[in-house]
């Protein structure tokens, strides 16, 4: 009984994970990226959020999936992340907080970026159980500066959750900060200098992303797997 429940349950899950790369347009191949680097995965972040109501249900089994740490709030980064986090923070019925993204003017700083709840937000943070919540993670840096930016509020992010988490980065980080990540989905992810692409080396044939525009949408942005700190697209 217990055997057939689990069966059931990784079907649905894998039902589930499916519908949302199909959400985000995920595709596979082998890409020249408009940085130079070769690729083998593209998504479109923007269709996300086009129809609500399509994002709105992997947001709720996020929530299901998170209910089980007993937050008393959620948080996430600005612009992606905290709309996932406002819905499951609705769904748990706790506390929503953002973060949002600051560039530091010192150009020598180390981490040039930070992520910051707004002043007034602060101290009610302060001595709570927080999950962290983010549309896709890739390197993750939205999240590991939101997860910096509560503890030095005092609060305790106890896990982080993902409709999408990609490549090996961010879920290694987090097991080294003992934060669990939970996902709706992941997907492996390759990012290589043209010399090093293994698709090249099978002579898989390349699709040049910047020079064939009219295949794809507009602002379809690829999400690097950052062999050095990469722009991210809306991190
Ligand atoms: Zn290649």
């Known amino acids: ?17 499916k519908e949302l790369l199909n959400l985000l347009a995920a595709r596979k191949g082998h890409f020249r990226l408009e940085s130079g680097h070769h690729g083998d995965l593209w998504l479109n972040l923007d269709l996300l959020f086009v129809r609500p109501n399509h994002v709105r249900r992997f ?7 998170l209910s089980k740490y007993n937050v008393a709030a959620v948080c996430g980064p600005l612009v992606g992340g905290a709309l996932v ?24 700083a180390l981490v040039p970026v930070e992520y910051r709840i707004p002043n007034g937000l602060r101290k009610m943070v ?27 509020c005092g609060a305790r992010p106890v896990v982080v959750g993902a409709l999408l988490v990609l490549g090996s980065a961010a879920p290694g ?3 080294g900060q003992n934060v669990p990540v939970e996902s709706i989905a992941y997907l492996p992810s390759g990012l290589w200098v043209p010399s090093e692409c293994p698709l090249c080396a099978s002579q898989t ?27 991210i697209h809306r991190r």
């Open 1 to 17: 009984m217990k055997a057939a429940h689990g069966m059931a349950l990784m079907v649905r899950n894998a039902v589930m994970q």
């Open 59 to 65: 947001a709720v089994e996020l929530a299901d999936r």
């Open 85 to 108: 986090a406002q819905t499951v923070a609705s769904e748990l019925d706790v506390e929503f907080y953002y973060t949002e993204r600051f560039v530091l003017p010192e150009r020598d």
């Open 126 to 152: 302060h001595g709570k159980d927080v999950a962290i919540v983010d549309d896709v993670i890739n390197a993750g840096s939205a999240v590991r500066g939101t997860l910096a930016e509560l503890r030095s």
């Open 173 to 175: 980080f987090f097991a």
């Open 205 to 231: 044939p390349l699709e040049d992303i910047a020079a064939d525009r009219q295949n794809f949408a507009e602002r379809s942005v690829w999400l690097p797997t950052p062999l050095t700190p990469a722009p």
